[in-house]
């Protein structure tokens, strides 16, 4: 079997898919109030479209994909296509990841999908109010019941907290003191520019260190050994069932590793999150190209996979970066 490996030796085993660029929250962090100019359906890969591209890359050494919005549940038959991803033998693991205001219903049938394990639920604020003024809808009731009947479940839950000056760093202990009765993962993420319009005015910087420190004003914590390729720094609190990471997603001290590739609702081919597309699949795809066209292009595109984020961001074509998060794939 040939491989996915770039030219820094680092072998991909992991893409994230975005199956929309549609969603039913409006996060600051992610788009304008109005939201953001959503592309016509027949734009959209179709599910037997992501189907076939997951497959060829399986046959190359994938082993893991992360589907990801907008909101995936806001699109029309997600678990159904779930179920269908999940027929991929070549496949060990599907992750999700969701804001937690539609996936309610569907919990019993994804806990009957064997490879499907962890679910990654967005939530910024355990104060209702605040959380309405983050996402600007009124939504955090039903989120947090998500996050109980998920943490009942079978299912590996993680809370992803996007850390955001003037808005939420004043809850970044109360979020660290959940994981003394739940067994659940809190990962703090540093806030980045994909909001749709560039990035925003912050007072304070919070960065990995910054947030570290925060925890540490009222825990001890003791580093987790991690998998080479997390995206998390990962500690442990005495006495705590379970535990708190953060994601130095702007400051970029996690790109040495990297074994991810992704690909957007609309069929783009991205190295890195700070890259601004390299291919359009989409279209290579309804032009006719074979399974075997689409390995050898795969097998290509990974070559030119940049050392790290800032490598990434400086070869950008179109600029500064000003994209949705939503349209990119959370």
Not at 312 to 321: F, L, Q, S, T
């Amino acid at each position: 079997m040939q491989h996915l490996v770039d030219s820094f030796g680092r072998q991909i085993e992991y893409v994230r898919l975005a199956v929309t660029d549609r969603c039913n929250l409006r996060c600051q962090y992610c788009m304008p109030a109005h939201g953001i100019d959503i592309v016509p359906r027949k734009e959209l890969l179709t599910f037997k479209e992501m189907y076939r591209l997951i497959r060829v890359l399986t046959e190359l050494g994938v082993k893991k994909v992360r589907l990801t919005g907008g909101e995936p549940f806001v699109r029309k038959d997600f678990v159904k296509f779930l179920e269908m991803l999940s027929y991929n033998d070549l496949l060990d693991a599907i992750n999700i990841t969701t804001n937690g205001a539609l996936i309610r219903h569907h919990i019993d049938t994804i806990e009957a999908l064997e490879k499907v394990n962890n679910i990654n639920l967005s939530i910024d604020s355990l104060d209702r109010k605040k959380f309405a003024e983050i996402t600007r809808r009124d939504v955090f009731p039903d989120v947090y019941k998500t996050l109980e009947l998920l943490e009942e479940s079978r299912l590996n839950l993680k809370l992803n907290v996007v850390v955001q000056s003037g808005f939420n760093t004043n809850e970044i202990v109360d979020f660290a003191r959940l994981t003394k009765e739940k067994n659940i993962a809190v990962r703090f993420i540093e806030e980045m520019p994909f909001n749709g319009i560039g990035q925003r005015e912050m007072k304070e910087n919070w960065t990995f260190r910054r947030i570290l420190n925060e925890i540490k004003t009222e825990f001890e914590v003791q580093e987790i050994q991690s998998e080479k390729s997390s995206t998390s720094r990962n500690y442990k609190i005495e006495g705590h069932l379970g535990t708190v990471g953060i994601i130095p997603a702007f400051t970029r001290t996690i790109c040495n590793d990297c074994n991810r590739i992704r690909i957007t609702s609309t069929g783009t081919f991205k190295n890195c999150l700070f890259d601004d597309g390299v291919f359009n699949l989409r279209d290579f795809l309804r032009a006719g190209a074979s399974n075997e066209d689409l390995k050898e292009l795969f097998l290509s595109l990974v070559k030119e996979k940049p050392k790290d984020g800032f490598v990434a961001e400086a070869n950008r074509k179109k600029g500064d970066v000003t994209e949705s998060m939503s349209t990119i794939g959370g």
